[in-house]
């Protein structure tokens, strides 16, 4: 199957003209009657080979990290005898990115991508962050909610940059979504240690600082979808994994500042859950996004055991909790276009112009 980005390339080589690939998106389109609209595609395997090359590359990774640390141990240049050495994130890092330049650049694999992307991105984090402990000394950095929010922060501004050079060079659609994340931690980290580690709202102040960031990359993916409302581009999956990491940034804080996960819920803070739940629902059918009601799945079924445990099912309450959502899901999945037909359609114009389109048929996204 060729994908959208194999058929640009060849037009920009002069392999086909324009108007021939033009004619073979629609050909394509038009095989693909049997297809659901409004269907959320991502890619992620072109074929077995890729969960083959990914636990190869896993372990790879795995194995000169493991030696990058035990010669640091040598070099006397672990945080401390037994501890991690920066060398040992450096070299899943390098291969990381030596690995990247054949099985992203030439053999385009989307698992494996994903896999080098992640262990790139993370291994540059981990060898600042654990470098800037190494030389600060981690005696230093005992009880010090300061020093470690800016060694995070010092980790998380080379995770961006990482992310930035490695969207630069490969265009891997979850680059966007860690370099947001890597973002995010620096925001967080500087604003623990602006409130600094002995304020009495400081877990408060974490969450809702991770709730406006978690809204800021929602807005951020919607911008992304916004510019390819036909969902035909790799633009597409950009918006997916932004999506996916602002889901629970947002989920979370919420329910958590509301009081909603404490354990000692009672019925009516129960229903507030379910009642968050289906608003989350609605947004998701309006938006074409799945990810906001995964996220929040956990405090929507502990919620719903609570009840039933409430109301005298003690014994099947874990089963009647899962009974109820499983199908519930299940009936939205099935009939997901048309419930969301039903809740875009009366929408303004102005913000239906903003959403997915309704009824589009998917066609192969770029690689």
Avoid: C
Wanted: hydrophobic fraction near 60%; proline fraction near 4%; aromatic fraction near 8%.
């Amino acid at each position: 199957m060729y994908s959208q980005q194999d058929l640009d390339d060849a037009v920009a080589s002069g392999v086909i003209t324009a108007h021939a690939a033009d004619a073979l998106r629609a050909h394509v389109e038009g095989q693909r009657s049997s297809s659901i609209p409004d269907d959320e595609q991502f890619r992620l395997l072109t074929g077995f080979n890729d969960i083959f090359v990914t636990i190869a590359a896993a372990i790879m990774l795995f194995a000169v990290g493991w030696i990058g640390v035990t010669i640091g141990r040598y070099a006397g240049l672990a945080i401390d005898p037994n501890g991690p050495s920066f060398l040992g994130p450096l070299a899943v890092a390098a291969t990381a990115w030596g690995l990247a330049l054949f099985f992203t650049a030439k053999r385009r694999m989307a698992l494996p991508s994903i896999l080098l992307l992640l262990a790139f991105v993370g291994g540059t984090f981990a060898t600042v962050a654990f470098g800037l402990v190494s030389i600060i000394g981690p005696d230093r950095l005992n009880n010090n909610a300061v020093g470690t929010a800016m060694v995070a922060a010092g980790g998380g501004i080379a995770a961006a940059a990482a992310a930035w050079a490695h969207w630069r060079t490969f265009r891997v659609p979850i680059t966007i979504a860690a370099g947001a994340a890597s973002v995010a931690a620096i925001l967080v980290s500087l604003v623990v240690a602006a409130v600094g580690p002995d304020a009495a709202n400081l877990r408060d102040v974490m969450l809702g600082s991770t709730l406006v960031l978690g809204l800021a990359i929602f807005l951020f993916a919607m911008w992304w979808d916004g510019s390819d409302r036909e969902r035909i581009t790799r633009r597409s999956d950009v918006a997916f994994w932004l999506h996916l990491l602002a889901a629970p940034m947002i989920v979370h804080p919420v329910f958590t500042l509301l009081g909603l996960n404490d354990g000692n819920a009672s019925i009516g803070e129960a229903l507030v859950v379910v009642a968050l739940y289906v608003a989350m629902g609605v947004t998701a059918l309006a938006i074409d996004r799945r990810a906001l009601l995964v996220s929040a799945l956990a405090y929507v079924l502990w919620a719903l055991a609570d009840l039933f445990k409430r109301f005298g099912a003690v014994e099947l309450n874990v089963a009647l909790t899962a009974l109820v959502i499983g199908s519930a899901l299940l009936l939205l999945s099935a009939f997901w276009h048309q419930a969301r037909a039903a809740v875009v359609r009366p929408l303004p114009e102005g913000l239906r112009d903003r959403l997915p389109v309704l009824g589009r048929q998917p066609i192969p996204l770029a690689a």
